[in-house]
């Protein structure tokens, strides 16, 4: 695996130019780089890749009147580095020169941290030596120090490649910087990093002005050149504020497009601390501290006194809201309750007579969708405004178990229901707004392990674990093209799999949780029909639970039974691209359950503002 990406990087990398930053003779030679200029007394001076500027003389109304349009930038989506987690290390030096330029790592290191990384999930690990040559396994970023201007590829293409920077500015335009190193740094690696993301300039934009004059890269120009141009993104070298002290910033729309691709970085997980009184807990997903003081979720509900458990947590697709069930331990009513995430408050609850088997939200924010079992039997869908909790529609759905976590479209809702009768499964793709079913898919039969369903990202496809026959314990999984209602390819999967959840991560890697104890999760390829568990050692627990906001990083929670009651903790698993493996991190946010099953969703990832 590891040389077929080498062939591939190397086949596009080696191309007629880098990311229009200037090419590189060599290896530079640290000798240059004195003791001297070693002092954190340096003035500070900004500098930034080789280019004939025109920064200064674009027109100042022009500035005005770009600084006030909505501005966006410049990405190039192909280049996108399929994880969050990019291992950077310096390339070509000896243990004695890495250990010399420690003053300037921690320069480069800090700049990072305090611009990309501070602004998005994405995180830029190792930062060490990089291996001899001999050993090819190093899948990632490296630097090399060179005597010649900086320059990066673009995304994944900066591996084999590798990132160019140059520490004694011996090339021209460059003196200011001779004696200003810090600053100049500073920017050039912020600017550099946002080639390493897959950024592309943005005077490369055809909808650049006049007044910027700048020569457009031939290669690595950007195909996503959302909204309007942005004068002061850093990735423009017509910034007025190229010459400028503090430059090595982000603008808003540089963290825009760092969140559009690599998430937003202050993920909060909601988990259900404790399923009796619904005691919610906010965690920050990278540190694990609580970010807000818990909430009690059946606070002011109507007979207070009844006992009432969290059942089920789902986010927003905005992630500005969780949407909570609280139910009566003893069978009664139920309450759909609203958390605003920012401020951590509930803001809106209605109360339901019926059982909340599912809920969901809609794409646009604007519904929840909310899976229902009356005790008279009936069973169904109903929608909700999100804002209100009016009801908006309901419709019937004999046997309604899941829905499908909707991605773009707000019209159509996709429901996975089982008849107990025939033991058959059966999708409806429900009319929101007409309260219609208006399509039935045959979906197999259900049986003892595994139940699931997910719509695909762009929503062409529906998939969903079936059965060759009722009550099997060999699941499998299957789907249909929604246009055509075309089956897709039926694929089995290990015999006492038990899967709890599906989730498409992209096109064609499927996600999937387990209750079968000692198992991970795992994820389905459905190019080459293999499955990989996420963590492949033996486990005392099970995963029941999983998502991935992003399609990079993956959260679930594992079940463990411990002097007998059960809890649940929430994992992150990121991915180690190049190996291909996922690193696991127990965050320690703890769920407990009163009884086995009662908890049927205990976390959220939500993004607060």
Sequence with gaps: MRKNLLKVFIAICVISALSGCGGSDGVANLSGVKASAVSTEMESSTGQESFTTNAEGIAQSSAQKLSTSILKGNADSTTMWPSNSIRVCYANLTEEEFSSIE?????????????????????????????????????GVRINFTNDNPSTPLGIYSYPWGMRLNLVYNYYFRERCVDNVKPCLEFDVVHEFGHVLGFSHEHNRDDTPDDCKEKKDTAFIGNDPIGRWDLYSIMNYCNPNYQKEGAAILSSTDIEMVQKYYGKPNEIAYVAKYASGATIGAFNVKTGVLRYPYVQGAAGLPNETKPRLLHIMKSSADGQHVYIAVSDIQGGDEALRVIDTPSNEIVAT???????????????????????????????????????????????????????????????????????????????????????????FAAGAFGKHGTGIALSPNETELHFITHAATGDDVPQLTG???????????????????????????????????????????????????????IDRPLPFSFPYVTSPDGRTIFSMYKQRLYGQSYFSLVRFDLEYGSGIYVDDDLAMIAFEVDSGILDRPFAIAYPN
């Design 480 to 534: 249909v093209e929604i246009t055509s209602g075309k089956p897709l390819a039926l694929r089995n999967l290990p015999a006492g799999s038990d899967v709890t959840e599906i989730e498409l991560m992209d096109t064609y890697r499927v996600l999937m949780g387990t209750n079968t104890k000692g198992k991970s999760p795992s994820i389905y390829n459905l190019g080459d029909s293999t499955i990989k568990p996420l």
């Design 103 to 139: 003053w300037y790592r921690d320069i480069i290191r800090i700049a990072v941290a305090n611009t990309w990384e501070a602004h998005s999930r994405v995180r830029f690990t190792d930062w060490g030596r990089c291996p001899n040559s001999a050993d090819d396994w190093f899948v």
């Design 350 to 440: 209605k109360m339901i007579q019926e059982r909340v088997i599912d809920l969901q939200g809609s794409p646009d924010g604007k519904l929840i969708y909310l899976l229902y079992k009356a005790s008279s039997g009936e069973e169904g869908m109903r929608a909700y405004s999100a804002q209100s909790l009016d009801l908006v529609s309901d419709v019937s759905v004999s046997g309604a178990k899941l829905i499908a976590r909707p991605r773009l479209n707000s019209k159509f809702t996709y429901v996975l229901a089982e008849s107990g009768a025939s033991g058959q499964q059966t999708i409806s793709e429900i009319d929101v707004a007409s309260a219609n079913v208006t399509r039935t």
